[in-house]
């Protein structure tokens, strides 16, 4: 899965470390660890963390809880020259988003195979029937964004084995 985009930088590493923080934000909040940061002209001008459960809005992913306050930030919808930093490849939903808001680019960490909309599942940055083009570039920060999104993974497995050995089994009941 080849990238339109440029190398990742050392500040592309810097923001994506900013978006990790934002990660650990969601799952401080017990949401899947997922953080996005929006910059412009080398300013972070708005900031995300996955948030569907606390929120009970499907659509609260980081990624779009990022747009929506850059947008607001800038007072457009659309956000030409934007970077997004996102700590896993976007679903289809945000990829959509990214494109209707003209983002520059979208920079993601870890690819995610059951759902990535840049090329793990379908690639729609790569559609040529689409109208905007949005330069992607991956595997930024990845070992680090993997390793808390297992480890997050492995502490829920954990805890839901926990919790079925503790509850005790029910009576049996006696023949009455």
Request: aromatic share 6%.
């Amino acid at each position: 899965m080849p990238d339109s985009g440029p190398a990742p930088s050392q500040a592309d590493e810097a923001f994506m470390a900013l978006a990790l923080a934002q990660a650990q934000l969601a799952w401080d909040r017990g949401e899947v660890p997922v953080g996005a940061v929006v910059v412009k002209d080398g300013e972070v001008i708005a900031t995300g963390f996955n948030g569907p459960i606390g929120a009970h809005d499907p659509t609260a992913h980081a990624e779009i809880v990022a747009l929506r306050a850059a947008a607001d930030k800038l007072g457009n919808y659309r956000l030409p020259g934007c970077t997004l930093y996102v700590t896993l490849e976007p679903c289809v939903m945000c990829s959509g988003a990214m494109m209707h808001a003209r983002l520059a680019r979208v920079v993601y960490a870890a690819r995610d195979p059951k759902t990535g909309a840049c090329g793990s599942v379908v690639d729609l940055f790569g559609e040529d029937r689409l109208n905007h083009h949005t330069d992607v570039v991956s595997g930024v920060l990845a070992d680090q964004s993997s390793a808390l999104l297992k480890a997050f993974f492995a502490e829920r497995r954990a805890a839901s084995r926990t919790l079925r050995t503790a509850v005790p089994a029910a009576p049996q009941s006696q023949g009455e």
